[in-house]
């Protein structure tokens, strides 16, 4: 498995759920449920770690890197391989690339 740097990808969140989720793509971004409500970073934080373990890696690698106020974020994935991020999530290497970019 070869780990590149840093892999950014764009979020639609839906705060106040009724359960934290993720619900696959949704035009150019990934829709993320979250049951925290937007206010203090409690849904930023929320769905951070639910990508974290989604993604089978440490908390820490997974930031909020835009949008921290707005509910259309960029997400920065740090150490990630392609192919287990694609499969972690159960999206094609081809539509992950869609809502992903490695480079700012």
């Known amino acids: ?3 590149n740097n840093s892999l950014y990808i764009r979020i639609k969140v839906v705060p106040g759920a009724s359960r ?3 619900s ?3 035009g150019d971004r ?10 203090a970073g409690k849904a930023n934080k929320a769905i951070c770690k639910l990508l974290a373990k989604s993604l ?6 997974v930031n909020v890197h ?4 707005n509910p ?21 290497i081809d539509d992950l690339k869609k809502i992903a970019f490695d480079k700012e």
């Open 66 to 69: 835009r949008g921290h106020t």
């Open 72 to 92: 259309e974020k960029t997400i920065r994935i740090d150490e990630y391989a392609i192919d287990t991020i694609s499969a972690s999530l159960g999206i094609e």
């Open 56 to 61: 089978g890696i440490k908390p820490a690698q």
């Open 20 to 22: 934290d989720a993720i």
């Open 1 to 3: 498995m070869n780990l």
């Open 30 to 39: 990934l829709k993320v449920k979250t049951s925290a409500p937007p206010e």
């Open 24 to 26: 696959g793509i949704l």
